[in-house]
């Protein structure tokens, strides 16, 4: 079985500030481990997925993220923030080897303050 | 190239009736998956299809089916409509291999008066 945690449910920084967005995730077998976004009524658009070739992985719009087992963790960060930023962000797991299905953290509200 | 392309964006029906939601996933794409996305509940898995099987399903009641068609579009019918059907449904679809990504639509909003 596999589960999700994202601490913080609505985040606040100022443009140009650090973004970080926490993801903790449980697995029984090594997993893959993805980073959506979503803008006001539009689907998910995948920022960056983590797939045990590099620890650190780099996304679209300068976003990256670090996987790191001992704390079975994969948080989210982005040096200077955007106005652009602004969206809710999901974390995913999912375990491959024929069980597919992403199983969804509830989501990160990203609010940029000008 | 076009992307993952749901239909209807929008779906109103009253309690009781059926609905039937598409998707047609990108070209090459074998797989398709749907997600429930209903306030307060998160994104939930519902159902994978993959070269015209169901291949895995989430804890979603019978009234929740659905079919791929031979050219890897899907379609999404949900009987008996309650009101906390309620809920925009999402379609994915993805290449094979492990840990595939998938690749969402914009969805359909469902709204059960």
């Known amino acids: 079985a596999q589960s999700v945690t994202q601490l913080g449910s609505h985040v606040s920084v100022s443009e140009g500030a650090l973004v970080l967005l926490r993801c903790n995730y449980s697995s029984s077998v090594p997993p893959y481990l993805f980073w959506y976004v979503q803008y006001p009524n539009q689907g998910l658009q995948l920022l960056l997925k983590y797939t045990s070739a590099a620890t650190l992985v780099k996304g679209i719009n300068g976003f990256e993220a670090e996987f790191k087992k001992s704390e079975t963790s994969f948080h989210l960060t982005k040096p200077s923030a955007h106005m652009s930023d602004a969206a809710e962000y999901f974390c995913a797991v999912t375990l491959g080897f024929g069980n597919e299905k992403l199983t969804f953290g509830t989501g990160t509200r990203l609010t940029i303050i000008p | 190239e076009a992307g993952v392309t749901q239909s209807p964006t929008h779906l109103i029906k009253t309690r009781g009736q059926q609905a039937t939601l598409r998707c047609s996933p990108i070209s090459g794409h074998t797989s398709v998956y749907w997600y429930q996305q209903a306030l307060g509940l998160g994104l939930q898995f519902l159902l994978w299809?993959?070269?015209?099987?169901?291949?895995n399903r989430g804890n979603f009641p019978p009234r929740f089916s659905g079919r791929q068609f031979p050219n890897y579009s899907s379609e999404l019918n949900v009987n008996a409509l309650e009101l906390e059907d309620s809920a925009l449904y999402l379609c994915a679809s993805s290449l094979e291999g492990q840990g595939r990504i998938q690749y969402f639509g914009a969805g359909t909003r469902l709204s059960v008066l």
């Open positions: 299809y993959d070269e015209g099987e169901e291949r």
